[in-house]
């Protein structure tokens, strides 16, 4: 197991460096050209949902409720069912409890159960903090090393054993250690022991000790650590010991930072990768150890002294590296769980490896995963340049960092099972939900799955007329936190509920990895002016809606789009130049905001693609490129037609740093020789090229593709591959560039022509941020030649969900050339459906369990080509409403947008402008910005009689004039009576009795203002309310802290015989804060119950 704290002998650390300074657009209209623009760099492609099978799955980034803790945790480990923790703090307190409520007095360690999140008793009581964790084979007896010398009572020092079930201290391991432990790992009947100690139990142990499981007597293993042992793991099967630390010598050899040692005599055995990787002394160190059978894995944290900051694989056998990464950002803690592994850290800048790049300000992604084969890139700089290198996975949660260690970290432990993920350390948040010290993630299988697309703002469609008929909407790519593949849907239309889906498509972000994206639509009518808007959806069906735009189509008739643009848009171009200008110097962009300023060109020749009249240009002086700079990707195709028959050759299409003239860096570019050989090169800590064996300067069209992928460059012309190389999976990440049409430098490259700019015609120029497959290139070979391939089917679906029963409907799939022929289903519950044939394409499954379901349906078109798509389906069990109970919701679900479907009383309607409302942790959370309101109703539910209770709570506090929480008694169509909290800056509550009549609120009686009780942020208020009788109707309300019992008299009664309000309504909750407040507040809600009264 690992030391987490990884402090010096007299627990300080030094980090002051760190805080220094188109799919089915032409399926369904016809009429709309759908493509995505220029996304950087970035190769974190896996995801809970991975679009390629090979690649590992992560866990959810959902932040599961969690018990938590007031101080920092250290160390974690699963055993079983059971989480337990160490570290530094004095109490625990329920997820979602505000700090220094609802707390529980933990003494430095804890236990939780890991499928609920909920604190177990289990309470050893240690009087100083744990540092390390581990547990016996047998799972019966957990051991925690550290700095303190007492355990609930019994001495101990520095190293106690403890029964697991109920936290005894066992009348074991009673040797004293003269200082702290920080390392401890089990293999069998041994427990070996690493830290800053020198003696144990009298004897001379110099920081490495080993002891007996059962008896806990310390054995004769004593190698020796010239400093302080942080790490420890004993790979299984090998008798082997492998320690980390700051130490520089192991039994006095040279062994800096890690090394390996006989798990039975202690002798040093070779472990090469230190001769790499060297971290040691008091700035630098290997901070944590694990291992399977066949490698080791590290982590490491450097200042200055040191060269690791990220993470490293051995092999266990050898001792020999097999993959580092360059990352910087220190790494405190790892978990390997199959082929993922998990860490803790600060990581800011991966882009050694194709993650995340260093910003200003520093930007810190504080837990990432990594696939443990190097599948990845190799590392293009810094200290390990040209090793091979991990593949970053899309992982990214959010966590903030916090205070209390005076660090600024957010994790550092990390922790898990085949299950689940558990994180601990000092973040106050996670995904922006306050949760202190703890937080699990669970699999795809055992998670709510509703992480949502993020990027509101940059959603926001920027319009822009093309021609003729047709305008442009550029946006900001959004991102998720544990999908990298999102689909996008350009919405045209003033309301959403009707609006039209003009396109739809598809591309993977990560936050740091946010391109441009496009969509150019030709179906509105000419002269109209329209509203747009953009909408995301993630694997999983959640989904956002960005903020709207409008635009006026020019006047003129929009020529539909080609056949070849079909295409092209289909395979996922992010950018795409025509060339079909009549004239002038503009050439736009057909997929992002890169419009290019010819130079020199000459328009209106003729183009390439058979049986299509559009033109293409000329090029002789290269080009202008618009828009922003871009990271470059990873993965890319790029694609022209040209026709030339030029002797000085030139650059058809590249990846540059400048938009204009020439670059000083560039690469990812497809050239020609003066000999008219076609080059593809990119730039992987040297210049890479494939070339073409023959020319292809003849003056005939030829279309060419350049690609780049995880199997190496290849290079396609007229459809066929005619080279390839293996060995070079990667461009260069640290240049922010453009794409450039028609020249830029080739200065130092392989066969590099007389001109750098191409002399002739080019047409259909797209760029791709994945390599295109060898059929995708075949088929816009062929399509470009006028032979018509088949286009795949569009698979689509939907549901309607009666309790356990759902009825499935894939009549909108659909084929653009032909006919759908099957229907294929997975239910997600080891149950498939029988092949529907024709044009039936519904069907109906019943569900033995609630729960959320993937769906799957696999259409296959006359031609046997296929397509899929799945859906979350969530089905539960029928809710029989007990005696009097007209409505209850204890909002024991999940929900990006809305409250959705209450246990009793149907789906919750919200309507309030810029507010949000959405169910997670077990509650309603209701956001609300400074003079907006929310109301949210149970339409369902229509009663005259009603007694609603429930609970309430601001996670923090209203400024101005405070925050007004009400709870709607009888609503409808003119109006409502409720009983309405005000909750004002100064933590006084305010209760009163009101009407709506026409809009207007008016209170009915006075207002009375609580004695005794001042609110403070995460205070839960318990509400009930009654309103009974008509014509007079009689209100009465009381309000009281939850935690104390309910008052006998009600806090208000009034009657009232308003006539617009005797009639039956429904009931809900409703939220309004003051204009005068300078921030939004997030009112919660729960155990909502609405019953008639006795």
Partial sequence: MVDIAGMRADGYQDHRKKWRGLVNAFVSVGTVLAVVGSLGIGTATADTAPTVPTIPRTVSADALPTVQVDGVVWAQIVVGNTVYVTGKFANARPAGAAPGTNLVPRSNAL????????????????????RALEASADGKTVFVGGDFTNVSGVNRYRLAAVDADNGTVLNIFTSALDAGVRALEVQGDTLYVGGIFNTVGGQARQRLAAFNVATGAALPWAPKANAEVMAITAPPGSNKVVVGGRFTTLNGANNVGVGSLDATSGATISFPTNTVVRNSGINSAIYSLSSDAGTVYGTGYSYGSGNLESVFASDVATGNLRWVSGCRGDTYSNVTIGDVMYVAGHPHDCSQIGGLPQTEPWSYQWSLAFRTNASGPINSSGNFLGKPAPELLHWLPTLAPGTFTGQKQAGWSIAGNDRYIVLGGEFPKVNGVP??????????????????????????????????????????????????????????????????????????????????????????????????????????????????????????????????????????????????????????????????????????????????????????????????????????????WFNTTTRWGGKIIGFGSVNTNNSASSDRHVYMSNSGQLLLGANANGFRTVASPRSYNDGKWHHVVGVLGSTGMRLYVDGEQVAERADTVQAEYRTAGYWRVGGDSLGGWPSAPLSSNFSGALDEVAVYNSALSSDAVQAHWQRGQGVVANQPPVAAFTETVTDLAVAFDGSTSADPDGTIVSYEWNFGDDATGATITGADAKIDHSYAVAGTYAVTLTVVDNSGAKSTATHPVTVKDAVVPADGEVAKDNFDRETVSGLGEAEVGGVWSVTGGGAKASVESGSAKVTVPAGRSATMLLPAVASGDVDVSHSMWLEVMPTGGGGYLSTVLRSGASGDYRSRVRILADGSVQVSLTKVVAGTETVLGSVVTLPGLTYTAGKHLRVRAQVLGASPSTLQVKVWDEEMPEPVQWTRSVTDSTPELQALGSTGLAVYISGSSTEPVVARFDNFEVARPE
């Fill in 111 to 130: 236990a939780y159960d890991l499928d609920t999140g909920e604190l177990k008793p289990w309470a050893p009581a240690l009087n100083g903090q744990g």
């Fill in 435 to 640: 949760q202190e010290g703890l937080v699990r993630f669970a699999i795809k299988d055992q998670a709510p799955n509703k992480e949502a697309p993020n990027g509101y703002n940059e959603l926001l469609p920027a319009m822009t007329g093309v021609g003729p008929g047709a305008v442009r909407a550029t946006w900001t790519a959004a991102w998720d936190r544990d999908n990298s593949h999102l689909t996008y849907e350009l919405l045209r239309g003033a309301q959403l509920s009707t609006a039209t889906v003009a396109a739809t498509t598809a591309n993977d972000a990560q936050w740091w990895n946010r391109g441009r994206m496009g969509a150019t639509d030709t179906s509105a009518p000419p002269g109209s002016t329209q509203t747009y808007r953009v909408r995301v959806t993630d694997a999983f069906g959640n989904t956002m809606v960005g903020p709207t735009a409008t635009a006026t189509v020019p006047a003129g008739i929009a020529s539909p789009p080609s056949v070849y643009q079909e295409l092209v848009a289909r395979d996922g171009a992010v950018h795409y130049w025509r060339l079909g200008e009549a004239s002038g110097t503009l050439a736009s962009d057909w997929a992002g905001d890169a419009d290019l300023t010819l130079k020199s060109a000459q328009r209106n020749v003729g183009g390439a693609i058979v049986g299509d009249p559009n033109p293409s240009t000329s090029f002789t002086a290269g080009s202008k490129t618009g828009g922003s700079a871009q990271f470059g990707p990873q993965s890319f195709s790029a694609e022209a």
